[in-house]
Protein backbone atom coordinates (compact mmCIF):
# COMPACT_ATOMS: atom_id res chain seq x y z
CA UNK A 1 0.00 0.00 0.00
CA UNK A 2 2.99 2.49 0.60
CA UNK A 3 3.38 5.23 -1.72
CA UNK A 4 5.50 5.11 -4.99
CA UNK A 5 8.72 7.22 -4.28
CA UNK A 6 8.83 10.49 -5.98
CA UNK A 7 11.70 12.73 -6.55
CA UNK A 8 11.89 16.08 -4.54
CA UNK A 9 10.13 19.28 -5.70
CA UNK A 10 11.97 21.67 -8.04
CA UNK A 11 14.41 24.49 -6.03
CA UNK A 12 12.48 27.21 -4.39
CA UNK A 13 9.13 25.04 -4.32
CA UNK A 14 7.83 23.13 -1.09
CA UNK A 15 8.38 19.24 -1.68
CA UNK A 16 4.72 17.43 -3.06
CA UNK A 17 3.41 15.28 -0.12
CA UNK A 18 1.50 11.93 0.06
CA UNK A 19 -1.59 12.81 1.77
CA UNK A 20 -4.40 11.00 2.89
CA UNK A 21 -7.86 11.99 3.08
CA UNK A 22 -10.83 11.03 5.06
CA UNK A 23 -14.21 11.84 4.07
CA UNK A 24 -13.15 11.97 0.06
CA UNK A 25 -17.08 10.73 -0.33
CA UNK A 26 -18.01 14.07 1.95
CA UNK A 27 -18.79 17.74 0.85
CA UNK A 28 -15.02 19.38 1.78
CA UNK A 29 -13.37 16.32 0.82
CA UNK A 30 -14.81 15.33 -2.49
CA UNK A 31 -13.53 18.60 -3.48
CA UNK A 32 -10.14 19.40 -1.42
CA UNK A 33 -9.12 15.84 -3.59
CA UNK A 34 -8.31 17.49 -7.24
CA UNK A 35 -7.19 20.87 -5.05
CA UNK A 36 -4.38 18.16 -3.69
CA UNK A 37 -3.60 16.78 -6.86
CA UNK A 38 -3.78 20.16 -8.95
CA UNK A 39 -0.88 21.32 -5.93
CA UNK A 40 1.31 18.36 -7.08
CA UNK A 41 0.69 16.40 -4.02
CA UNK A 42 0.00 12.95 -3.96
CA UNK A 43 -3.16 11.63 -2.77
CA UNK A 44 -4.48 7.98 -0.97
CA UNK A 45 -8.92 7.90 -0.21
CA UNK A 46 -10.19 6.15 2.95
CA UNK A 47 -13.64 5.65 2.62
CA UNK A 48 -15.82 3.06 4.50
CA UNK A 49 -17.32 2.34 0.76
CA UNK A 50 -14.24 2.83 -1.77
CA UNK A 51 -16.98 2.25 -5.20
CA UNK A 52 -18.78 5.57 -4.47
CA UNK A 53 -15.66 7.08 -5.38
CA UNK A 54 -15.24 5.38 -8.78
CA UNK A 55 -17.02 7.91 -11.00
CA UNK A 56 -15.44 10.69 -9.25
CA UNK A 57 -13.66 12.73 -12.13
CA UNK A 58 -10.47 12.17 -10.02
CA UNK A 59 -10.53 8.63 -9.30
CA UNK A 60 -7.76 7.14 -11.84
CA UNK A 61 -5.08 9.28 -10.16
CA UNK A 62 -5.79 8.61 -6.37
CA UNK A 63 -5.19 5.39 -4.29
CA UNK A 64 -8.52 4.42 -3.11
CA UNK A 65 -8.83 2.42 0.17
CA UNK A 66 -11.27 0.70 2.42
CA UNK A 67 -11.21 1.59 5.81
CA UNK A 68 -13.34 3.00 8.85
CA UNK A 69 -11.23 6.32 11.43
CA UNK A 70 -13.04 3.95 14.11
CA UNK A 71 -11.36 0.79 12.96
CA UNK A 72 -7.91 0.85 14.36
CA UNK A 73 -6.05 -1.69 11.85
CA UNK A 74 -7.89 -0.04 8.93
CA UNK A 75 -6.41 3.62 9.81
CA UNK A 76 -3.26 2.10 10.19
CA UNK A 77 -2.98 0.64 7.31
CA UNK A 78 -4.30 3.53 5.61
CA UNK A 79 -1.12 5.82 7.22
CA UNK A 80 1.56 3.97 5.50
CA UNK A 81 3.04 6.33 3.84
CA UNK A 82 1.38 8.94 4.49
CA UNK A 83 3.04 12.46 5.11
CA UNK A 84 -0.47 14.55 5.60
CA UNK A 85 -3.32 13.33 7.24
CA UNK A 86 -6.72 15.34 6.90
CA UNK A 87 -9.57 14.64 9.05
CA UNK A 88 -12.93 15.15 7.66
CA UNK A 89 -15.36 13.12 9.15
CA UNK A 90 -17.71 13.02 12.28
CA UNK A 91 -20.13 11.37 13.73
CA UNK A 92 -22.47 13.91 13.61
CA UNK A 93 -26.17 12.48 13.63
CA UNK A 94 -25.36 8.83 14.35
CA UNK A 95 -26.99 8.74 17.54
CA UNK A 96 -26.89 10.12 21.19
CA UNK A 97 -23.50 9.04 21.84
CA UNK A 98 -21.71 10.84 18.37
CA UNK A 99 -19.72 12.65 20.67
CA UNK A 100 -17.85 9.65 22.18
CA UNK A 101 -17.73 8.05 18.72
CA UNK A 102 -15.73 11.22 17.67
CA UNK A 103 -13.27 11.09 20.86
CA UNK A 104 -12.54 7.24 19.80
CA UNK A 105 -12.04 8.04 16.23
CA UNK A 106 -10.02 11.04 16.76
CA UNK A 107 -7.62 9.18 19.03
CA UNK A 108 -7.21 6.54 17.26
CA UNK A 109 -6.77 9.05 14.03
CA UNK A 110 -3.50 10.65 16.00
CA UNK A 111 -2.34 7.75 17.64
CA UNK A 112 -1.77 5.67 14.74
CA UNK A 113 -0.52 9.00 12.56
CA UNK A 114 2.02 8.89 15.31
CA UNK A 115 3.29 5.61 14.90
CA UNK A 116 3.21 5.74 11.31
CA UNK A 117 5.64 8.64 11.37
CA UNK A 118 3.17 11.17 9.70
CA UNK A 119 4.36 14.72 9.57
CA UNK A 120 1.07 16.41 9.58
CA UNK A 121 -2.53 15.97 10.85
CA UNK A 122 -4.84 18.83 9.25
CA UNK A 123 -8.38 19.02 10.59
CA UNK A 124 -11.45 21.18 9.82
CA UNK A 125 -13.06 21.95 12.59
CA UNK A 126 -15.67 24.31 13.77
CA UNK A 127 -15.29 28.40 15.02
CA UNK A 128 -16.37 28.65 19.12
CA UNK A 129 -17.60 31.41 20.28
CA UNK A 130 -15.06 33.86 22.71
CA UNK A 131 -15.66 34.07 26.34
CA UNK A 132 -18.34 30.74 26.37
CA UNK A 133 -17.72 27.94 28.53
CA UNK A 134 -17.67 24.71 26.55
CA UNK A 135 -20.21 22.82 28.34
CA UNK A 136 -22.25 25.64 27.15
CA UNK A 137 -21.76 25.07 23.85
CA UNK A 138 -24.11 22.73 21.56
CA UNK A 139 -23.02 19.39 21.06
CA UNK A 140 -21.79 19.80 17.61
CA UNK A 141 -19.53 22.79 17.83
CA UNK A 142 -18.25 20.73 21.57
CA UNK A 143 -17.24 17.86 20.07
CA UNK A 144 -15.78 19.66 17.22
CA UNK A 145 -13.34 21.17 19.55
CA UNK A 146 -12.97 18.05 21.36
CA UNK A 147 -11.65 16.64 18.22
CA UNK A 148 -9.67 19.69 17.67
CA UNK A 149 -7.62 18.78 21.19
CA UNK A 150 -7.40 14.92 20.69
CA UNK A 151 -5.21 15.66 17.43
CA UNK A 152 -3.33 18.60 18.81
CA UNK A 153 -2.79 16.12 21.80
CA UNK A 154 -1.58 13.42 19.27
CA UNK A 155 2.55 14.25 19.24
CA UNK A 156 1.67 14.94 15.47
CA UNK A 157 2.33 18.72 14.07
CA UNK A 158 -1.46 19.44 13.64
CA UNK A 159 -3.17 22.38 12.52
CA UNK A 160 -7.01 22.81 13.63
CA UNK A 161 -8.98 25.34 10.47
CA UNK A 162 -12.09 26.59 12.58
CA UNK A 163 -14.38 27.90 10.36
CA UNK A 164 -18.20 28.53 11.04
CA UNK A 165 -20.56 28.78 8.18
CA UNK A 166 -19.07 27.77 4.72
CA UNK A 167 -20.73 29.64 1.63
CA UNK A 168 -20.66 26.95 -1.89
CA UNK A 169 -23.00 25.42 -4.07
CA UNK A 170 -24.32 22.58 -2.35
CA UNK A 171 -23.43 23.15 1.63
CA UNK A 172 -25.70 22.85 4.11
CA UNK A 173 -25.18 26.22 5.43
CA UNK A 174 -25.99 27.65 1.55
CA UNK A 175 -28.90 25.56 1.30
CA UNK A 176 -30.53 26.59 4.28
CA UNK A 177 -30.13 29.97 3.68
CA UNK A 178 -30.96 29.67 -0.05
CA UNK A 179 -33.98 28.08 0.50
CA UNK A 180 -35.08 29.40 3.56
CA UNK A 181 -34.61 33.13 1.84
CA UNK A 182 -36.27 31.77 -1.82
CA UNK A 183 -39.41 30.26 -0.23
CA UNK A 184 -40.76 32.02 2.22
CA UNK A 185 -41.27 36.40 1.02
CA UNK A 186 -42.08 37.00 4.88
CA UNK A 187 -40.35 34.99 7.55
CA UNK A 188 -41.22 34.85 10.94
CA UNK A 189 -37.67 33.95 12.18
CA UNK A 190 -36.03 32.86 15.69
CA UNK A 191 -33.83 35.22 17.47
CA UNK A 192 -30.49 33.48 16.08
CA UNK A 193 -31.14 35.11 12.67
CA UNK A 194 -29.51 38.24 14.71
CA UNK A 195 -26.56 36.49 16.05
CA UNK A 196 -22.79 37.70 13.71
CA UNK A 197 -20.92 35.05 12.00
CA UNK A 198 -18.24 35.60 9.66
CA UNK A 199 -18.96 33.34 6.75
CA UNK A 200 -15.80 32.19 4.55
CA UNK A 201 -16.18 30.93 0.84
CA UNK A 202 -15.64 27.18 -0.01
CA UNK A 203 -12.68 27.95 -1.85
CA UNK A 204 -11.54 29.81 0.58
CA UNK A 205 -11.12 26.72 2.78
CA UNK A 206 -10.23 24.62 0.06
CA UNK A 207 -7.08 27.21 -0.48
CA UNK A 208 -6.07 26.78 3.27
CA UNK A 209 -6.73 23.27 3.57
CA UNK A 210 -4.53 22.91 0.65
CA UNK A 211 -1.23 25.13 1.75
CA UNK A 212 -1.47 23.74 5.34
CA UNK A 213 -0.18 20.37 4.20
CA UNK A 214 3.50 22.34 3.40
CA UNK A 215 3.28 24.37 6.88
CA UNK A 216 6.71 24.38 8.52
CA UNK A 217 6.89 21.04 11.50
CA UNK A 218 7.20 23.75 13.80
CA UNK A 219 3.47 24.66 13.34
CA UNK A 220 1.14 22.98 16.00
CA UNK A 221 -2.10 24.85 16.38
CA UNK A 222 -5.62 25.90 15.85
CA UNK A 223 -6.16 29.00 13.35
CA UNK A 224 -9.31 30.65 12.83
CA UNK A 225 -10.46 30.88 9.73
CA UNK A 226 -13.49 33.62 7.72
CA UNK A 227 -13.70 35.43 5.02
CA UNK A 228 -13.57 39.39 5.15
CA UNK A 229 -17.46 40.17 6.57
CA UNK A 230 -18.99 40.16 9.83
CA UNK A 231 -22.63 40.41 9.76
CA UNK A 232 -25.97 39.09 11.03
CA UNK A 233 -27.68 35.80 9.48
CA UNK A 234 -30.86 38.18 8.31
CA UNK A 235 -28.09 40.53 6.94
CA UNK A 236 -27.06 37.37 5.17
CA UNK A 237 -30.14 36.55 4.05
CA UNK A 238 -31.04 39.87 2.95
CA UNK A 239 -27.64 39.88 0.78
CA UNK A 240 -29.17 36.22 -0.60
CA UNK A 241 -32.00 38.38 -1.76
CA UNK A 242 -30.19 41.37 -3.38
CA UNK A 243 -28.10 39.10 -5.29
CA UNK A 244 -31.17 37.07 -6.63
CA UNK A 245 -33.27 40.01 -7.35
CA UNK A 246 -35.48 39.32 -4.59
CA UNK A 247 -37.92 40.90 -2.01
CA UNK A 248 -37.65 39.30 1.60
CA UNK A 249 -39.42 40.89 5.31
CA UNK A 250 -37.68 39.09 7.62
CA UNK A 251 -39.45 39.33 11.36
CA UNK A 252 -37.24 37.95 14.20
CA UNK A 253 -39.03 36.57 17.06
CA UNK A 254 -38.10 35.26 20.76
CA UNK A 255 -39.66 32.19 21.00
CA UNK A 256 -38.16 29.22 18.74
CA UNK A 257 -35.92 27.26 20.21
CA UNK A 258 -33.27 25.11 18.57
CA UNK A 259 -35.34 22.36 18.41
CA UNK A 260 -38.35 24.10 16.75
CA UNK A 261 -36.07 25.82 14.36
CA UNK A 262 -34.38 23.11 13.23
CA UNK A 263 -38.35 21.14 12.72
CA UNK A 264 -39.08 24.83 10.90
CA UNK A 265 -35.90 24.40 8.57
CA UNK A 266 -36.33 21.25 7.83
CA UNK A 267 -40.02 21.71 6.30
CA UNK A 268 -39.27 24.46 4.67
CA UNK A 269 -35.52 23.48 3.24
CA UNK A 270 -33.87 20.52 1.59
CA UNK A 271 -31.93 19.90 4.50
CA UNK A 272 -33.61 17.26 6.96
CA UNK A 273 -33.67 18.08 10.95
CA UNK A 274 -30.78 15.80 11.94
CA UNK A 275 -28.52 18.27 10.15
CA UNK A 276 -29.83 21.55 10.80
CA UNK A 277 -30.67 21.20 14.42
CA UNK A 278 -26.49 21.18 14.94
CA UNK A 279 -26.58 24.31 12.87
CA UNK A 280 -28.87 26.25 14.07
CA UNK A 281 -27.55 25.44 17.13
CA UNK A 282 -24.30 26.71 16.35
CA UNK A 283 -25.98 29.99 15.31
CA UNK A 284 -26.97 30.62 19.13
CA UNK A 285 -23.58 32.04 19.99
CA UNK A 286 -21.51 34.70 18.24
CA UNK A 287 -18.55 32.87 16.07
CA UNK A 288 -16.10 35.38 14.72
CA UNK A 289 -12.51 35.14 14.53
CA UNK A 290 -10.33 36.21 16.69
CA UNK A 291 -7.10 36.53 14.83
CA UNK A 292 -6.32 35.76 11.18
CA UNK A 293 -2.37 34.14 11.73
CA UNK A 294 -2.62 31.68 8.97
CA UNK A 295 -2.00 34.36 6.60
CA UNK A 296 1.48 34.34 8.19
CA UNK A 297 1.89 30.67 6.29
CA UNK A 298 -1.02 30.62 4.07
CA UNK A 299 -1.22 34.06 1.97
CA UNK A 300 -4.29 35.38 0.86
CA UNK A 301 -4.94 35.66 -2.99
CA UNK A 302 -5.09 38.73 -4.87
CA UNK A 303 -8.33 40.52 -3.90
CA UNK A 304 -7.80 39.04 -0.73
CA UNK A 305 -10.66 36.10 0.58
CA UNK A 306 -13.58 36.62 -0.82
CA UNK A 307 -16.78 38.52 0.38
CA UNK A 308 -20.41 37.12 0.95
CA UNK A 309 -21.48 38.64 -2.46
CA UNK A 310 -19.28 37.35 -4.57
CA UNK A 311 -19.16 33.54 -2.14
CA UNK A 312 -23.62 33.97 -3.12
CA UNK A 313 -23.08 35.06 -6.87
CA UNK A 314 -20.59 32.06 -7.33
CA UNK A 315 -22.25 29.80 -5.92
CA UNK A 316 -25.36 30.56 -7.77
CA UNK A 317 -23.52 30.74 -11.27
CA UNK A 318 -22.35 26.70 -10.20
CA UNK A 319 -25.78 25.74 -9.25
CA UNK A 320 -27.74 27.49 -12.53
CA UNK A 321 -24.75 25.71 -14.70
CA UNK A 322 -25.06 22.20 -13.03
CA UNK A 323 -21.18 22.16 -11.92
CA UNK A 324 -21.92 21.53 -8.35
CA UNK A 325 -19.28 18.94 -7.38
CA UNK A 326 -20.03 17.91 -4.63
CA UNK A 327 -22.87 18.67 -2.18
CA UNK A 328 -23.94 18.75 1.63
CA UNK A 329 -25.85 14.99 0.67
CA UNK A 330 -22.66 13.51 -0.76
CA UNK A 331 -22.06 12.28 2.48
CA UNK A 332 -24.26 8.88 3.57
CA UNK A 333 -27.40 10.55 5.27
CA UNK A 334 -27.48 9.40 9.41
CA UNK A 335 -28.30 6.06 9.83
CA UNK A 336 -28.85 4.68 6.22
CA UNK A 337 -28.64 1.43 5.74
CA UNK A 338 -25.65 0.56 4.48
CA UNK A 339 -26.00 -3.21 3.78
CA UNK A 340 -25.30 -4.48 0.31
CA UNK A 341 -28.05 -5.40 -2.03
CA UNK A 342 -29.16 -8.83 -1.62
CA UNK A 343 -28.51 -11.30 -4.33
CA UNK A 344 -30.97 -13.34 -5.19
CA UNK A 345 -29.41 -16.60 -5.31
CA UNK A 346 -27.09 -16.66 -1.84
CA UNK A 347 -29.27 -14.03 0.28
CA UNK A 348 -29.84 -15.56 3.85
CA UNK A 349 -30.81 -12.62 5.86
CA UNK A 350 -34.69 -13.75 5.72
CA UNK A 351 -37.70 -12.47 3.45
CA UNK A 352 -36.89 -10.53 0.96
CA UNK A 353 -40.33 -9.26 -1.21
CA UNK A 354 -39.67 -7.93 -4.69
CA UNK A 355 -42.24 -6.22 -7.30
CA UNK A 356 -40.86 -7.30 -10.68
CA UNK A 357 -41.99 -5.44 -14.10
CA UNK A 358 -40.83 -5.56 -17.55
CA UNK A 359 -42.06 -4.32 -20.93
CA UNK A 360 -40.94 -3.99 -24.38
CA UNK A 361 -40.10 -0.53 -25.37
CA UNK A 362 -40.57 0.71 -29.13
CA UNK A 363 -37.47 2.89 -28.84
CA UNK A 364 -33.65 1.98 -28.59
CA UNK A 365 -31.76 1.32 -25.86
CA UNK A 366 -30.29 4.86 -25.45
CA UNK A 367 -33.56 6.26 -25.55
CA UNK A 368 -34.57 4.25 -22.51
CA UNK A 369 -31.33 4.91 -20.88
CA UNK A 370 -31.66 8.27 -20.86
CA UNK A 371 -34.97 8.49 -19.48
CA UNK A 372 -33.97 6.05 -16.67
CA UNK A 373 -30.77 8.17 -16.18
CA UNK A 374 -33.16 11.56 -16.01
CA UNK A 375 -35.01 10.10 -13.12
CA UNK A 376 -35.90 11.96 -9.65
CA UNK A 377 -35.57 15.83 -9.23
CA UNK A 378 -37.10 18.15 -11.73
CA UNK A 379 -38.74 15.27 -13.75
CA UNK A 380 -39.90 13.26 -11.00
CA UNK A 381 -40.52 9.82 -10.58
CA UNK A 382 -42.69 9.42 -13.25
CA UNK A 383 -46.09 7.56 -11.82
CA UNK A 384 -48.65 9.44 -9.49
CA UNK A 385 -46.50 12.72 -8.50
CA UNK A 386 -48.87 13.29 -5.25
CA UNK A 387 -48.46 9.39 -3.89
CA UNK A 388 -44.60 10.17 -3.88
CA UNK A 389 -45.59 13.97 -2.71
CA UNK A 390 -47.38 12.72 0.30
CA UNK A 391 -44.62 9.75 1.26
CA UNK A 392 -41.66 12.34 1.01
CA UNK A 393 -43.88 14.72 3.49
CA UNK A 394 -44.50 11.73 5.80
CA UNK A 395 -40.77 10.94 5.80
CA UNK A 396 -40.21 14.65 6.21
CA UNK A 397 -41.91 14.47 9.40
CA UNK A 398 -40.59 11.15 10.82
CA UNK A 399 -37.26 13.19 10.80
CA UNK A 400 -35.89 11.84 7.54
CA UNK A 401 -34.60 13.49 4.15
CA UNK A 402 -37.91 14.00 1.96
CA UNK A 403 -37.59 13.95 -1.32
CA UNK A 404 -36.15 17.90 -1.46
CA UNK A 405 -32.54 16.73 -2.03
CA UNK A 406 -33.40 16.46 -5.65
CA UNK A 407 -30.61 15.68 -8.01
CA UNK A 408 -26.55 17.12 -8.21
CA UNK A 409 -26.71 16.88 -11.92
CA UNK A 410 -30.04 17.12 -13.96
CA UNK A 411 -28.69 14.60 -16.39
CA UNK A 412 -26.40 12.28 -15.22
CA UNK A 413 -25.91 10.66 -12.16
CA UNK A 414 -23.11 8.74 -10.38
CA UNK A 415 -22.12 6.10 -7.99
CA UNK A 416 -22.72 7.94 -4.51
CA UNK A 417 -25.14 10.40 -5.83
CA UNK A 418 -28.03 11.35 -3.42
CA UNK A 419 -31.85 11.47 -5.43
CA UNK A 420 -34.14 12.61 -3.62
CA UNK A 421 -35.15 10.29 -0.70
CA UNK A 422 -32.51 7.56 -2.66
CA UNK A 423 -28.77 7.43 -2.85
CA UNK A 424 -27.29 5.73 -6.35
CA UNK A 425 -25.81 2.08 -5.27
CA UNK A 426 -24.91 1.51 -9.20
CA UNK A 427 -24.73 3.05 -12.32
CA UNK A 428 -23.53 1.46 -15.01
CA UNK A 429 -24.64 3.26 -18.15
CA UNK A 430 -26.68 2.17 -20.44
CA UNK A 431 -27.75 -0.19 -18.76
CA UNK A 432 -27.86 -0.61 -14.81
CA UNK A 433 -29.20 2.16 -11.97
CA UNK A 434 -29.73 0.91 -8.63
CA UNK A 435 -30.68 2.96 -5.43
CA UNK A 436 -31.13 2.10 -2.53
CA UNK A 437 -34.02 3.84 -0.08
CA UNK A 438 -32.88 6.98 2.41
CA UNK A 439 -35.99 7.26 3.92
CA UNK A 440 -37.37 5.87 7.31
CA UNK A 441 -38.48 2.45 6.96
CA UNK A 442 -38.66 -0.97 9.14
CA UNK A 443 -36.38 -2.28 6.61
CA UNK A 444 -34.28 -2.24 3.80
CA UNK A 445 -35.36 -1.19 0.52
CA UNK A 446 -33.79 -0.75 -3.25
CA UNK A 447 -35.35 0.17 -7.20
CA UNK A 448 -33.51 -1.40 -9.54
CA UNK A 449 -33.73 -0.14 -13.51
CA UNK A 450 -32.25 -2.51 -16.31
CA UNK A 451 -32.34 -1.74 -19.91
CA UNK A 452 -31.07 -4.80 -21.96
CA UNK A 453 -31.40 -5.06 -26.23
CA UNK A 454 -33.77 -7.32 -27.47
CA UNK A 455 -33.08 -9.88 -30.51
CA UNK A 456 -34.87 -7.09 -32.89
CA UNK A 457 -32.65 -4.31 -31.83
CA UNK A 458 -35.30 -2.41 -29.56
CA UNK A 459 -35.24 -2.19 -26.13
CA UNK A 460 -36.43 -4.25 -22.89
CA UNK A 461 -37.01 -2.62 -19.75
CA UNK A 462 -37.03 -4.22 -16.46
CA UNK A 463 -37.46 -2.81 -13.07
CA UNK A 464 -37.56 -4.88 -9.30
CA UNK A 465 -38.28 -2.83 -6.33
CA UNK A 466 -36.99 -4.89 -3.38
CA UNK A 467 -37.73 -4.84 0.63
CA UNK A 468 -35.81 -6.37 3.54
CA UNK A 469 -38.60 -6.01 6.10
CA UNK A 470 -37.41 -5.61 9.84
CA UNK A 471 -39.53 -7.24 12.41
CA UNK A 472 -43.27 -7.50 12.30
CA UNK A 473 -43.38 -3.97 11.42
CA UNK A 474 -41.62 -4.23 8.19
CA UNK A 475 -43.44 -6.92 6.89
CA UNK A 476 -46.90 -5.12 7.92
CA UNK A 477 -45.24 -2.20 5.96
CA UNK A 478 -45.23 -4.33 3.11
CA UNK A 479 -48.17 -5.79 2.54
CA UNK A 480 -50.28 -1.91 3.35
CA UNK A 481 -48.50 -0.53 0.35
CA UNK A 482 -48.52 -3.32 -1.60
CA UNK A 483 -51.99 -2.85 -3.21
CA UNK A 484 -50.59 0.11 -4.58
CA UNK A 485 -47.85 -1.15 -6.69
CA UNK A 486 -49.41 -1.37 -9.29
CA UNK A 487 -50.18 1.92 -9.82
CA UNK A 488 -46.86 3.35 -8.66
CA UNK A 489 -44.10 1.08 -10.03
CA UNK A 490 -46.62 -0.30 -12.96
CA UNK A 491 -47.10 3.50 -13.66
CA UNK A 492 -43.41 3.61 -13.68
CA UNK A 493 -42.44 1.01 -16.00
CA UNK A 494 -45.19 2.10 -18.51
CA UNK A 495 -44.31 5.98 -18.51
CA UNK A 496 -40.68 5.52 -18.73
CA UNK A 497 -41.46 3.31 -21.89
CA UNK A 498 -43.66 6.09 -23.26
CA UNK A 499 -41.38 8.83 -22.47
CA UNK A 500 -38.66 7.27 -24.35
CA UNK A 501 -41.01 6.08 -27.21
CA UNK A 502 -41.68 9.86 -27.05
CA UNK A 503 -38.29 11.35 -26.96
CA UNK A 504 -38.85 12.90 -23.57
CA UNK A 505 -35.92 12.18 -21.67
CA UNK A 506 -34.70 14.32 -19.09
CA UNK A 507 -36.89 17.89 -20.76
CA UNK A 508 -39.53 17.05 -17.45
CA UNK A 509 -42.54 17.10 -19.56
CA UNK A 510 -45.56 16.87 -17.92
CA UNK A 511 -45.27 19.58 -15.53
CA UNK A 512 -44.15 19.46 -12.00
CA UNK A 513 -41.71 17.34 -10.23
CA UNK A 514 -42.36 14.43 -7.79
CA UNK A 515 -42.91 17.45 -5.07
CA UNK A 516 -45.52 19.36 -7.57
CA UNK A 517 -43.17 22.47 -7.31
CA UNK A 518 -41.73 23.99 -10.20
CA UNK A 519 -38.04 25.27 -9.61
CA UNK A 520 -37.07 28.69 -9.82
CA UNK A 521 -34.13 29.76 -12.05
CA UNK A 522 -31.56 29.01 -9.47
CA UNK A 523 -32.91 25.91 -8.16
CA UNK A 524 -30.48 23.01 -7.39
CA UNK A 525 -30.10 19.91 -10.12
Not at 277 to 303: F, K, M, N, Q, W
Request: glycine letters at 12%; one cysteine or more; hydrophobic letters at 40%.
Amino acid sequence: MAFPQRPPGPHGAPEPRRCLVTGATGYIGGRLVPELLAAGHQVRCVARSPEKLRDQPWAGRVETVRGDVTDEESVRAAMEGVDVAYYLVHALGTGSGFEETDRRAARIFGERARAAGVRRIVYLGGLTPEGVPERALSPHLRSRAEVGRVLLDSGVPTAVLRAGVIIGSGSASFEMLRYLTERLPAMVTPRWVRTRTQPIAVRDVLRLLVGCATLPDEVHRAFDIGGPDVLTYRAMMRRYARVTGLRRLIVPVPVLTPGLSSLWVGLVTPVPGAIARPLVESLRHEVVCAERDITRYVPDPPGGPLGVDRALELALRRIRDAEVATRWSSAATPGAPSDPLPTDPDWSGGSLYQDRRERAVDASPGDVWRVVEGIGGENGWYSLPPAWALRGWIDTLVGGVGLRRGRRDAARLRVGDSLDFWRVEEVLPPRLLRLRAEMRLPGLAWLEMVVDRDARGGAVYRQRALFHPRGLAGHLYWWSVAPFHALVFGGMARNIAARAERGEAGTGRGGKGAAGTRASAFRAR
